[in-house]
């Protein structure tokens, strides 16, 4: 019933967020286009609920020239390719809101597991075990909050699992609360070479 419930909300919310982000759109927009070539969004395939591929949108953060499928922290020199637009887009996680529409067509949830990309078969088996291929995956969710591109596949995998047994309004809130706090803190942002150890077999995106 929940399920309803909270569709329903993502609808009310991205429609209104559309409506009243849209002038900061434009602005970005205009600042991408005006400091390097190149298209505004960036897609990437992504895993869906019950593991169905979709395009994720972000606003571009990188030059073209940019090694393609290249984690961000598997690059020599992150800030080489990385756009003055960018940096501030990626601190504050603005990169993300084109996945506004991501919501409101349905392919993800406000709040929810980050979708895996498509080839990151290692978290998608984990996630297999605690059914958090069987949701919506979300613009941020538990595991975001609790440690975001810092976080073991294993832990990331049980914080989204603890999500989908936990999964109701209450939780979606106190997510929604965490994802603000973490974003205004930058919280588990990784860039560069510095923490392979950590994060190379689990980075969530590779950002452009």
């Known amino acids: 019933m929940y399920m309803k419930i909270k569709r329903l909300i993502d609808i009310v919310l991205t429609l209104v ?8 759109f434009l602005v970005l927009v205009i600042a991408i286009k005006l400091e390097s070539k190149g298209p505004v969004l960036f897609k990437q395939k992504r895993v869906g609920i019950y593991k169905r591929h979709f395009y994720i949108l972000k606003f571009r953060t990188m030059r073209i020239d940019t090694p393609k499928d290249t984690p961000t922290h598997l690059l020599e020199n992150p800030d080489k390719y990385i756009t003055k637009i960018g940096k501030l887009l990626r601190k504050t996680s603005l990169d993300e809101i084109p996945q506004i529409w991501n919501i409101f067509i349905g392919e993800m949830s406000i709040i929810g597991p980050r979708p895996a990309l498509w080839n990151q078969y290692d978290l998608i088996a984990e996630r297999d075990k605690y059914r958090a291929n069987d949701i919506p995956p979300g613009l941020s969710g538990w595991a975001q909050i609790n440690g975001r591109d810092e976080l073991p596949i294993e832990i990331k995998a049980k914080l989204d699992g ?9 939780m979606d ?34 950002t452009r």
């Open 162 to 170: 603890e999500y989908v047994e936990n999964l109701s309004f209450l």
């Open 17 to 24: 967020g559309l409506i009243i982000l849209s002038p900061l």
């Open 173 to 206: 809130v106190k997510c929604f609360i965490g994802t603000i706090v973490s974003v205004l803190k930058s919280d588990g942002v990784v860039e560069g070479p510095g923490k392979e150890k950590e994060v190379a077999s689990h980075k969530e995106s590779i």
